[in-house]
């Protein structure tokens, strides 16, 4: 397919046992400059911690982010696509599930990828400030997060 998600994702993604704690989580998204990690459980992808999700459910519950499990907080509907689905799909699901970011999955299910809609805006506009940014990331040149 042309223009498959498999194409377009950010591979290897982020992922954390649901035993890990909520202040590790934040120290890989900071060193890896993203903004969430998936989150697995006997081996399957069982949910999404996003920076939101901690600042939401942790700090303003004035919880300690290293005693907190990241299984007790993150988001456990996931929005997942195939790796060949099509670009099109990967906007559809975004559109219908009101989220930014989909996990790639393969036809085992294992996480392979992550499409955020900033990958998207950058493929239908590469004049755009994400297409600008994911650039700038590429280069290494950007603290910005990739996801």
């Known amino acids: 397919m042309a223009n498959a ?10 992922l954390v046992d649901e035993a890990t704690d909520v202040r590790e989580c934040a120290k890989l998204m900071e060193r ?18 996003t920076d939101r999700d901690i600042v939401l459910r942790v700090i303003a519950r004035d919880l300690d982010p290293g005693a907190v499990a990241v299984g007790g907080v993150a988001s456990r509907e ?3 696509i195939p790796a060949d689905a099509s670009v099109e799909d990967a906007e559809r699901q975004m559109r219908d599930y009101a989220v930014r970011r989909l996990f790639v999955l393969t036809d085992e299910g294992r996480a392979v990828g992550i499409l955020t809609a900033n990958d998207l805006t950058a493929l239908r506009d590469p004049d755009s400030v994400a297409a600008h940014q994911i650039r700038e990331w590429t280069l290494g040149r950007s603290d910005l997060g990739m996801y």
């Open 5 to 14: 998600v498999e194409k377009l994702m950010t591979p290897n993604p982020v």
């Open 32 to 49: 890896n400059a993203i903004g969430a990690v998936g989150v697995t459980g006997e081996g399957k992808l069982v949910g999404v911690l």
């Open 78 to 80: 996931i929005v997942t």
